[in-house]
Nanobody, 129 residues
Framework: QVQLVESGGGSVQAGGSLRLSCTASLYTTPRYSMGWFRQAPGKKEREGVASLNSFGSTKYAESVKGRFTISHDNVNEVFYLQMDNLNPEDTGLYLC??????????????????????WGQGTQVTVSS
């Protein structure tokens, strides 16, 4: 079982920056992918914004390309989402998710919810204009 805890959310003005952290309770396995998702206020669906895998390959949603950067500190087992030039449309609950694969190929980074087995509770990001 992998437990994920997000932190780093807050309230910022448009144009500002935040860095979100996702701490995993266990050491990550050799084959994994990890993603950041967000859920806008009043919406049920979650939008994938960034993902990386154990090869270091990354994938970003078009809406955040050039502004968000996903990374992994494999010493401390922390995943980060650096968010720059934030705008009000970035407001939402940000959640991290983890997919562990025990055999076969390393999964590709994915901004789709289905492959992920473990989810954190989220951290709130509010961007004001």
């Amino acid at each position: 079982q992998v437990q994920l805890v997000e932190s780093g959310g807050g309230s910022v003005q448009a144009g500002g920056s935040l860095r979100l952290s996702c701490t995993a309770s266990l050491y990550t396995t050799p084959r994994y992918s990890m993603g950041w998702f967000r859920q806008a206020p009043g919406k049920k669906e979650r939008e994938g914004v960034a993902s990386l895998n154990s090869f270091g390959s990354t994938k970003y949603a078009e809406s955040v390309k050039g502004r968000f950067t996903i990374s992994h500190d494999n010493v401390n087992e922390v995943f980060y989402l650096q968010m720059d030039n934030l705008n009000p449309e970035d407001t939402g609950l940000y959640l991290c998710a983890y997919r562990r694969v025990t055999s076969g190929s390393v999964p590709s980074p994915s901004t789709v919810m289905d492959p992920y087995q473990y989810w954190g509770q989220g951290t709130q990001v509010t961007v004001s204009s």
